[in-house]
């Protein structure tokens, strides 16, 4: 089911004692309308996969209280695959690549950021191509904006008329529509030319420069947030 197709929810509460079972936080859950038939047909068995999800379209747009399925959605993470703690890892498809690990967060970076906080940080490659660190579960929006920059290259154009997906990513920071996304809550790209929170008169901004501390995520994480997106959503792509 496409995600655009998603447009209303309804929420569930699911069983305490299944929720405590594995772990899960026991919240309201949000389920597409057109998804609760086929659940409650099936016994009410609902997917960790197609609960994870629902939270990356859920919490998508706008300003919401979207930092509150943080822990459920960091869960299910988890719970759709075995544990991996490899240092990076490489999340691809037909159309994109990333590798997923830690990124210096002192150096040349584009930043996916919401709100107050830092979802992810994308770093070059020695070969153009994208090393992207997490902070946040990812939702669709930040999904959809890493698989345009990390898009394979084209080898008579590039990527987007630009050399690599660095430089692409360079522009895309730089597009105004981040100015807007921000203000109406949504995820967007922002460029720290000497580091995070370091403006480009070497200046500190507080408020970014907190993120210097910040430990990332489990690449593996990252990668089947991803990875489930990309499967659900695929005839977007």
Do not use: C
């Amino acid at each position: 089911m496409p995600h655009a197709e998603l447009s209303e929810f309804v929420e569930l509460r699911l069983k305490k004692e299944m929720l405590d079972h594995v772990g899960l936080p026991d919240i309201n859950y949000p389920v597409p309308v057109d998804a609760l038939d086929s659940s409650l047909e099936n016994g009410g068995n609902i997917s960790f996969a197609s609960l994870l999800y629902w939270l990356q379209v859920k919490i998508s747009p706008g300003k919401q209280d979207w930092k509150h399925f943080k822990p459920a959605m960091s869960r299910l993470a988890e719970l759709v695959s075995p544990p991996d703690d490899r240092s990076e890892v490489v999340a691809r498809s037909d159309e994109w690549w990333i590798e997923l690990g830690p990124v210096d967060l002192n150096s040349e970076i584009v930043t996916i950021q919401r709100e107050s906080e830092l979802i992810a940080a994308i770093s070059r490659r020695e070969d153009g191509r994208l090393r992207v660190a997490t902070f946040w579960p990812i939702d669709s929006r930040s999904a959809e904006m890493l698989f345009d920059l990390s898009r394979i290259p084209n080898p008579n154009s590039g990527v987007n008329m630009r050399e690599n997906n660095w430089e692409y990513a360079l522009d895309a920071s730089a597009a105004t529509g981040n100015v807007y996304a921000s203000e109406r809550g949504d995820s967007y790209l922002s460029y720290w030319k000497f580091g995070i929170g370091i403006s480009h008169d070497k200046s500190v901004v507080e408020p970014y420069r907190k993120f210097i501390d910040l430990i990332p995520r489990r690449p593996s994480s990252a990668a089947i947030e991803l990875g489930v997106f990309y499967e659900f959503s695929a005839p977007e792509y």
